[in-house]
């Protein structure tokens, strides 16, 4: 990762990436005993596979849309949305544009 | 709260509130046993008095500006800039213009 782990207190710029999209990476944010936060970059027509994680995680969708695959179907989101899942519930994401977004994960569950 | 507690994969808006920000009330977007989410509007010159919750939180500015007061000083986000606090961190906060702001809480530490 060339970008440093963010400090406590740290102000980190989230907002949408824009143009430069196409060159950034997903990135982790800051990572502490409780708590990762991770900045996803997913072009348009990437995707991840399905995966879980052990604790809750929150995923914000800060530009582009994208399909949040989990057992109980499909969830779009775009720009400006949020939603959330429960530790230990299969998802995979899809990106229908190019699209960002903050990943919230509970690690002391 | 007028808002029901958003439910898993439900895409929850949280974007700028504008115009309707003055008219907002800060509301609790979901809670489970190890995460709350809350969408905290503050108009200028209001603010939070020093508290500390048990668990690691982030502040992320969706419009508006901030400044958190924590032990080590005072750190001021934007709308589209994330700060964190560490569990147990005494920290107020000030609005310096009408400001939302998501925030995301530990309850599991």
Redesign the interface.
């Known amino acids: 990762m060339a970008i440093a782990h ?1 400090q ?9 990436l824009g143009a430069e999209l196409p060159s950034q990476k997903t990135v982790a ?2 990572k ?1 005993g ?2 990762e ?1 991770i900045r996803l970059v997913l072009p348009a027509g990437k995707s991840l596979p399905p995966h879980k994680v052990v ?2 995680i ?1 995923i ?1 969708c800060i530009e582009g849309r994208l399909d ?1 695959q ?1 057992a ?2 499909s ?13 230990g ?1 299969m998802h995979g994401v899809v990106s229908l544009e190019d699209a960002s977004a ?1 990943v ?1 994960i ?1 690690l ?2």
């Open positions: 963010a406590p207190g740290q102000a980190v710029n989230v907002g949408p944010l800051f502490t409780q708590l936060v604790g809750d929150t914000h949040v989990a109980d179907g969830h779009e989101i775009a720009a400006g949305q949020l939603l959330y899942l429960r530790g519930a903050l919230t509970v002391s569950a």
